[in-house]
Every structure is written in structure tokens, then in C-alpha cells.
């Protein structure tokens, strides 16, 4: 396995030790700048140097991030970033891989890797900003776009559904998901934070605004008037509680997620309480997204986390558990084989 | 392990020597075809004949039993002579049905030697093989008469001599062909000692099926010697092939280690992104068996993420490999031009098969060379290498290898499904004997006082390799187009117009690193030149020899480096009246040639899913020389 060069960081550093010299590219009022912002200002926290960081990004608005940050990086082509970067994990798995995408990238030409690599668990972070459209190829509907959405190139409404990216990444196998927002800063560094500190593939959604082609979609999750009644805040081990006065609880009724008041004498007992390892309720937090028999909050925070094996430490499990039984061969022993025979 | 009894024959047969022989073994998928055909030939190459395999199966895996799509055919020349091919025609050809006999009869030498499975010509198996209703067996009705026909029942002599074994009917059916290789290896007076070793390694932990195994050999055997059928057995000298160690080896086994020789000689660790694609599976499976010298076998969702993913180990300072055939290499093309504007080192090997599409999975054809020259978008030359017999696969990814590695540039590694699947002995190297291949990576700053310049090249156009990990080095790299030094993106027009020359030019430069042309028999100059590459060699190299014989002026050169070619291709070409090159195709380095040096050469194609007889490139040799 090859070593790095260095272990450790002689002074802490600074987000703008994590800022490159390049200028910033995006559209003004784009919500990646904050997304930028707050990766660059939770990494000094993980007390690891910069060069033990590589970022690696596929193609769209978002994917233009690797070039920003001052740590290696690579950005790739549409939808491989994840088969990449699985690449890059299990050839060095002590580097610090984080892998950025929209949801174009990620869930429509990468959607194939996109699901194994949840499914393999590599300890990459895969943060998706999800703005629901299609930004550098100029505003198409996407994979995570609402039906029926009027587009450039959907004059009429598009036709097919879209993705739920919970339900998707928990159906992958997933191992941690969340979802936080663009313009809730400080809920987006303690979500980046828990990400950063998940062994295994961490896969975060990020509301993200597109101010030129998408603006305002996830604004009644992000503006004041309605942000509270809108989302529901998760926290392990807390009741399921949202609301303009937090007024307002989730209890379950059998599988179905009931929205009560908390006024008429229900108390906190009685609510779902968040348990981040419980995948089906995972599944039920997911599906918020979708329910149909009442207007239910968009959840934000941790959904679900597990730990299991990654897959770079499976292979350097089996390149152990070979090495030790076989001896590794002399190259000689590799050219003859076992059969030679000899012609004087 | 049982002793091993030799068994020498108790009978007066006439023994004539031979100095080549060609069998092929043809049956039933389900007939265990390829084992005999194997076993034969790991006696040939441990008594020292040199050998040349050429395995055909179909693509089905199970195709319906009987017919002449469910035909699986193992061919083995062997011969105390030097062997190139492995055969245009047959001496013996072992039938197991009816449809292994109307499928290879016509290259079935005249006068030659048929070894018929009696059982498999019943009227089931001759309406399955497609006879009329009703009609009389072949071997039976007089249309062998020309050849030596031996009608053996396989079937119930197996049968007898296994029915005391307690195994199943089944069972017993599948020890047929231990009973022909016995009979074959009495034929041809060789010992059945080899594959009794190798019957003890493979079945020593399941003693019933051992046995049955070694009965039915030595049935085949006693069968030959007991009965009066045959009366000639054929006996073939050692060859005389240079003094050393050998090995038989097939060409995805040679590539898989000339891999891994290569990783070790350059102090690198091995990772192989692959997605199973015949006839390229096993140098997955081979790499796969080599864990405990560190070797990674990512066995990816798809051809993209696998060479996806070896472009990311190549980032971290792997030896970065892909192996596919051709709809796999058509769906790595846009990573495969990412590697190249990245400027990392990357193995991509085709192993080509009979296209387009899937094509002809199981068959060989070398239509790939115009897609690994020119199949990606953008200006993306990148060096291809093709080896050209089994063994060779070794010397050719060896080169292939160090290529990639001290020029930073991914290579193309072209074979096909004939050498890939096919053997031939090898006179394996040893490490020291290997040339050295040069990787450092760069852990100072090639900037002092400034950032670090990704894309600095030194005088060969080649950039620094820095693996991530390594402190004041980092830098970003990107499929955008980028600066000349620094590698930040840059869109400013004469920078691109600059960075696509240097790319090319790096490409181009490699040409000095490489050995002249040398020809590979003929004249410097002369009437005729054959120009060949890849899996072509045999058929060339024999062709020539019996030409030579004749007094034909007539020479031949063999292309391993197809980008860039040594420098001398040009000159040597034009030191010749023709040029004829044969190919698997319809004539792409041809077409490569005329473009390149503006000569008229001509072409011998074939797409048969076949590789060229000698006959028929001896033919076309002689016609056009005669023209």
C-alpha cells in the first residue's frame, strides 16, 4: 500500500487554506458559493492537511467545484466521477476522497454508478447539489425535476417522474444519507460534518438554488415565511416536532406518519422519535417527499446512517488474508509457473 | 498419489515418425472437448514438440446438444519442427456426433484419419446435425471412402469399463473423453503420465471420479493396443527449439503476467478495472489469482466504470489497467480521451473479436485497429501496441507497459480472440532479463519559489507524475482544456491550437524510445514485401518459409508498434516493388499505409471469423507476385 509523504498538519488550518487561487466561476446569487463556503470552513475541523484531500467531480455547474478547492482534485466527465473516484479509494484508501455532483451527473448519465458505488460503501463523501434542473447545458428538466415541468426542452410539461433521491440512495444500500440546504448554512456544516466523520460512502442532498433557471424551487424550505411549517428538522433521538411554534408532531399510526397538534395534550412520548439506524423508518422519512395522504414536512438533516464494511478495506483484507497464506510469489515464480519443462 | 503404471504397448504396430501433426478434437459442447485438447497438448509441450492451439467454441454455453451451432472444436499442431500456426488442415480429426463431422470434415486432409464416436451417429444425432430423415450414417454410406475412418463406440466402451465405478450414467458419459485422449495418446505413442499428475490434482480430493477418470484413459489406451483396427501409430521427436526453460502458455495468460512483470519492474502496484467480455474474461480471472502480490481486481458495474475506476488508481499512482474487446473499447472511448488529457498512464487492452456489434463473440478478427487509432473525439492520437502470437502477448504488454509509464500517456494494447485463447511453449524470461521501466514520482516543487506546474513537460513532452498524498504538490487536473504548465483551464484559442500539438507530439516522440523496424525474414530490398500485425504472424511466417523454399523473392515485416511505427517503416517500404498485407479486416493498416506513405499497397483480407490458412495467404502471395 503506499504510504503518504506526510501525516500531519504542523498548524491548523483556515477555510481559505482550502480556497485555490482560481477565480469563481458560477452565476451570481448561485447557491453553490455556499455549499463552497461551508465545505471550505468544516475541513480545518478534520485536523487533516491539505494534500491528503482529493475532490473529484463529474460535468454540470456544480462539478467546476474541484477547481476551486486548493487540496488535488480531478474533474472528470459526466456521470463517472463516483466509478472514478471508487478507483481512486481502493488504489489509496488513506486518502480523503469527496466526490461532487448535481443531480444530472449523478442521477441521470451516472445513475448506474452512482448506485453501485452506494451499494460497494467506499469511505467517499458524495455530496449531490440537487437543483432540480439542468444549469451548464442551459435549463432542460432533470432526473430529481417535478412532472410536468415547462422547459426548453419540454415545451409541454415533462413526462416522466422523478426520482426521490432518499428512496433511491436507501434502495442502493446506501449506508448514510441526509439533506440539507443551500441557504441554511449552519445546517449544512453540522450535515457536511457528520458526513465527514461516516465511515463508509456518506451521501448528502443538497437543496440547492439555481437563480437563472430554477430560481426559487426549495424556496418555501428556505425563506422565513414559510421554512418552519415547510421542514422538519431531524435529530437522533429527538421527536419528530415542526411547526411556526413547533407546534406541530409526527406520530405513527401503524406505517402511516400522522401529523398531530401538539396543543390537544399529545406529549412528546408519544411522537416518532428520530433513530438514525432504523432503516425502515428511513425508508418512511424518504418517502415524505411523496405522500399523498396529507402534506407532510420535507425532512432535513441525518435519515439514516450504518456502519459497514468499505470496500477498500475488503480488498486490502483479501490482499492480506492472501498474502499470508500464498506468500507473495517471486516475479520469477510468476514467469515459469508451475509446468516448464527444459530443452538442453 | 497412485503409482503410476507406464503403459508400453504389448503389439507390433508399424510406427511411422512425423515431424508435425495436426488434431483436432471436435464434439458436443457438453463433451469436454477442450480438456482433452488441452491434456494432448501439455504432453506434447512437457515431450518437448513444439505446439500451436487454436480452441473454437461456440458463443452459447450450453448451445443445443447435437447440433452444428452446439459444435465445440479444439485444434493442437504439434511437431518436432518449428510450429507457427496451428494448422490449415488436419491428419486426425476426432468426431464425437454427427455434427462435429459435417462441421470440420472439410479440412479434414484427404487420406486422413477419422476417429468416429459410433453413438453419435445414431438417427437422433444425424437429424440434429441437419441430415435428412432416413438417410444412411457417413460412416456408413460409403462418402468416407477417401479417408482413413475409424468407427469406435466410444460411448459403450466407456460405459463397460466404468460400470463396476458406482458413479451415475451421467457421470460415466462425461469420462468419454479420457477414453479418446487414451486412444489418441497410444496413436501417438506418448505417455499418459501428464495427465494422470494432473487428473491426481485436479479430482485427488474426490477418489471416485479420479479413478473413473484414469480407467477410461487407460481404457482408450488399452483399446488402441488390444484390438486390430489400428495398425499404424506415429511417433514425433522433440523438437529442436532453442536450449531453455518453456512453458505453454496462452495469450491472455501471457498478458496477465507480462502485466504484473511489468507493475513489479516499475515498483508499482497493479489495478485492474474490468467488466467480463468475452473473449477478454481471463486475464480478469488470471489477475485475479495474483492478490498476494498486491494485484486489485475491480470487477466493475460496467465497461465505463472500469476504466473509470482505473483512471482514478492511475491518479494515485497505480498501474492502471482495462481489459475488454470491442463493444467494450466502443463504450470506454470518452474516458479513454479523458486519460489522454489528463496525461496519465493507462493500460487499455482489446482483445479483439469478429464485429460489429456483438458480432462474432467467440470468433477472431482484427477490425479494432481503425477505432484504436482514431476512435475517440477530439485530436487524440494515442500509441498502440499488438502482439502477435500467444507468447508474444508477454513481450508486447511488457512494452506496452513501460510506454504508458514513462511517457504518462494511456496505451492501446490490440490482440485478438485467436492468440488470446490459443497456446504455443515459451521460452519464458527471467526478472533480470526484463528491461527496467523508469517511474518516479515527482515530490518536488518543479517551480521553486512558484506553484507547482502539473503540466510541465521535460524535453520528451512528458509531465510530472505526483501522487496525491504528497505535500506543496497539489494541483488539479481536468478534462477542460488547460494552460500550457499550469494546467488551469484556459479557453483562449492558440493555447488549445499549442496544447493539442504538444499532446501529439509526446505521442509522436515515442517513436524515439523504439527499436528500428527489423524484417523478419527476405531481403533488404526486393520484388515483394508482407507487411503483417498481430495475430497474422503464423500464417506469414509459414507461408514464407515454404516460399522461400520455392525461390520466391518475397519478404516480411511484422508491426508490433502501430503508433507511432519505428522510423524506418517508410524507407523499408519503399525498398520493395508490392506490398501485400493481410489482415483480418478489410484492410485498415493497409488504408493506414497508403495514407501515411502513399504507396499502393494491396490487401488479402479475410472476415471469416477465422484466422488465414497458410494456403490462402501463400496463395494470394503468389498471385500477386506473379502479376
Known amino acids: 500500500m503506499d504510504t503518504l509523504t506526510s501525516n500531519s498538519a504542523p498548524v491548523k488550518l483556515t477555510a481559505k487554506d482550502f480556497a485555490s487561487d482560481q477565480e469563481i466561476k458560477w452565476c451570481p446569487g448561485c447557491g453553490d458559493y455556499s455549499i463552497l463556503k461551508q465545505v471550505q470552513t468544516v475541513l480545518p475541523d478534520t485536523n487533516l492537511p491539505l494534500e491528503k484531500f482529493v475532490f473529484v467531480s463529474g460535468i454540470g455547474c456544480s462539478s467546476r467545484f474541484p477547481y476551486y478547492m486548493s487540496t488535488y482534485g480531478m474533474h472528470t466527465i459526466h456521470g463517472r466521477a463516483t466509478a472514478i473516484a471508487t478507483g481512486l479509494k481502493v488504489a489509496n484508501p488513506e486518502l480523503q476522497v469527496w466526490v461532487i455532483g448535481g443531480d444530472g451527473d449523478l442521477m441521470s448519465i451516472g445513475g448506474n454508478h452512482f448506485i453501485h458505488m452506494l451499494r460497494r460503501n467506499p469511505n467517499i463523501k458524495l455530496l449531490m447539489f440537487n437543483n432540480q434542473i439542468y444549469g451548464l447545458t442551459k435549463g432542460q428538466y432533470s432526473p430529481t425535476s417535478e412532472k410536468g415541468k415547462i422547459t426548453k426542452s419540454t415545451p409541454m410539461g415533462s413526462l416522466d417522474e422523478p426520482f426521490n433521491p432518499a428512496e433511491l440512495a436507501l434502495g442502493a444500500k446506501a449506508s448514510f444519507f441526509a439533506r440539507t440546504l443551500d441557504r441554511d448554512p449552519k445546517h449544512q456544516q453540522v450535515v457536511i460534518n457528520r458526513a465527514n466523520g461516516h465511515h463508509g460512502t456518506a451521501f448528502v442532498e443538497i437543496y440547492q438554488n439555481c437563480p437563472v433557471f430554477n430560481d426559487g424551487a426549495f424556496f418555501i424550505y428556505t425563506e422565513k415565511d414559510t421554512k418552519k411549517e415547510e421542514c422538519l428538522f431531524l435529530e437522533h433521538g429527538k421527536p419528530l416536532i415542526f411547526g411556526k411554534n413547533e407546534d406541530k408532531g409526527i406520530r405513527l399510526d401503524g406505517f402511516k406518519p400522522v401529523i398531530v397538534d401538539l396543543a390537544g395534550g399529545i406529549s412528546h412520548d408519544d411522537l416518532w422519535i428520530h433513530d438514525e439506524s432504523d432503516k425502515d423508518k428511513a425508508f418512511l422519512l424518504a418517502r415524505f417527499a411523496d405522500m399523498t395522504h396529507t402534506h407532510m414536512p420535507r425532512p432535513f438533516g441525518v435519515f439514516y446512517r450504518e456502519d459497514r464494511p468499505c470496500i477498500e478495506e475488503d480488498f486490502e483484507r483479501q490482499l492480506a488474508e492472501a498474502k499470508l497464506k500464498k506468500g507473495r510469489l517471486p516475479l520469477n515464480k510468476i514467469l515459469s509457473g508451475d509446468k516448464t519443462w527444459t530443452i538442453a | 498419489m497412485d503409482p503410476i503404471v507406464e503403459t508400453h504397448s504389448n503389439r507390433k504396430t508399424k510406427i511411422k515418425d512425423t515431424d508435425s501433426v495436426v488434431v483436432r478434437f471436435s464434439g458436443d459442447s457438453g463433451d469436454g472437448m477442450q480438456l482433452t485438447g488441452m491434456q494432448f497438448t501439455d504432453t506434447s509441450a512437457l515431450l518437448g514438440q513444439d505446439i500451436s492451439t487454436f480452441p473454437e467454441y461456440p458463443a452459447e454455453i450450453r448451445a443445443p446438444a447435437g447440433t452444428i451451432a452446439g459444435v465445440s472444436g479444439f485444434q493442437v499442431h504439434f511437431g518436432s519442427k518449428e510450429i507457427f500456426t496451428p494448422g490449415d488442415q488436419y491428419d486426425v480429426l476426432v468426431v464425437m456426433n454427427a455434427a462435429a463431422l459435417k462441421g470440420d470434415l472439410a479440412r479434414l486432409k484427404r487420406d486422413g484419419v ?132 518453456y512453458r505453454n502458455i496462452s495469450g491472455n495468460q501471457a498478458l496477465a503476467i507480462g502485466i504484473i512483470a511489468a507493475a513489479e519492474k516499475a515498483g508499482l502496484s497493479v489495478f485492474l478495472g474490468s467488466y467480463p467480455i468475452t473473449p477478454a474474461s481471463d486475464v480478469l480471472h488470471e489477475l485475479s489469482k495474483f492478490k498476494a502480490n498486491g494485484v486489485k481486481t475491480f470487477q466493475a458495474e460496467d465497461e465505463i466504470a472500469a476504466i473509470g475506476a482505473a483512471i482514478g488508481a492511475a491518479y494515485a499512482g497505480a498501474l492502471g489497467v482495462t481489459t475488454t474487446s470491442g463493444p467494450g473499447m466502443a463504450l470506454k472511448g470518452e474516458a479513454l480521451s479523458l486519460a489522454m488529457m489528463f496525461e496519465l498512464p493507462l493500460l487499455v487492452c482489446d482483445i479483439q473479436r469478429g464485429g460489429p456489434s456483438t458480432g462474432l463473440p467467440t470468433k477472431t478478427e482484427q477490425a479494432d485497429l481503425l477505432m484504436a487509432m482514431y476512435g475517440r473525439h477530439g485530436e487524440s492520437p494515442l500509441p498502440i501496441i499488438a502482439a502477435m502470437s500467444p507468447a508474444d502477448c508477454f513481450d508486447a504488454v511488457y512494452e506496452a507497459c513501460r510506454i504508458s509509464l514513462e511517457h504518462m500517456v494511456p496505451v492501446i494494447f490490440l490482440s485478438d480472440g485467436y492468440i488470446a485463447n490459443g497456446s504455443e511453449p515459451w521460452k519464458f524470461p527471467t526478472e533480470d532479463q526484463l528491461k527496467p521501466i523508469n517511474v518516479k514520482f515527482v515530490t518536488e516543487n518543479n517551480n521553486p519559489g512558484g506553484k507547482f506546474l502539473p503540466y510541465k513537460r521535460d524535453e520528451r513532452g512528458v509531465r510530472p507524475w505526483v501522487k496525491p498524498g504528497t505535500r506543496g504538490l497539489e494541483h488539479r487536473i481536468g478534462g477542460l482544456e488547460k494552460q500550457e504548465e499550469t494546467g488551469n483551464v484556459s479557453y483562449e484559442p492558440r493555447n488549445h491550437e499549442r496544447m493539442i500539438q504538444l499532446r501529439a507530439e509526446k505521442v509522436a516522440k515515442i517513436a524515439d524510445t523504439i527499436p528500428l523496424a527489423k524484417l523478419d525474414s527476405g531481403n533488404a530490398k526486393g520484388k515483394m514485401l508482407v507487411l503483417g500485425w498481430g495475430s497474422t504472424y503464423g500464417a506469414i511466417k509459414t507461408a514464407l518459409i515454404d516460399l522461400h523454399h520455392e525461390g520466391y523473392d518475397i519478404a516480411h515485416l511484422h508491426l508490433r508498434h502501430l503508433n507511432p511505427m519505428p522510423k524506418n517503416i517508410g524507407e523499408i517500404l519503399k525498398s520493395y516493388d508490392k506490398v501485400l498485407v493481410p489482415e483480418m479486416n478489410g484492410g485498415q493498416l493497409r488504408q493506414l499505409i497508403r495514407a501515411e506513405f502513399l504507396i499502393p499497397a494491396e490487401g488479402l483480407n479475410k472476415m471469416q471469423g477465422q484466422p488465414f490458412t497458410t494456403e490462402e495467404v501463400k496463395n494470394k502471395i503468389i498471385e500477386l507476385y506473379n502479376k
Request: hydrophobic fraction near 40%; include cysteine.
Open chain 2, 114 to 245: 477419422i476417429i468416429a464416436n459410433v453413438s453419435g451417429f445414431d438417427s437422433k444425432n444425424m437429424k440434429l446435425a441437419g441430415y435428412p430423415e432416413g438417410s444412411v450414417s457417413p460412416l456408413e454410406d460409403g462418402s468416407l471412402d477417401g479417408y482413413q475412418l475409424f468407427k469406435v463406440d466410444i460411448a459403450k466402451f466407456t460405459k463397460e469399463a466404468l460400470k463396476e465405478s458406482g458413479l451415475s450414467m451421467k457421470e460415466i458419459d462425461r469420462c468419454k473423453n479420457m477414453f479418446v485422449l487414451g486412444l489418441l495418446f497410444w496413436m501417438f505413442d506418448k505417455s499418459m503420465e501428464f495427465t494422470i499428475r494432473s487428473l491426481n490434482e485436479k479430482f485427488g480430493n474426490k477418489p471416485d471420479i479420479l479413478n473413473a477418470n484414469i480407467t477410461a484413459l487407460k481404457s482408450g489406451w488399452n483399446y488402441g493396443d488390444n484390438t486390430e483396427i489400428f495398425t499404424t501409430r506415429y511417433r514425433t521427436a522433440a523438437a529442436s527449439l532453442p536450449a531453455g526453460v
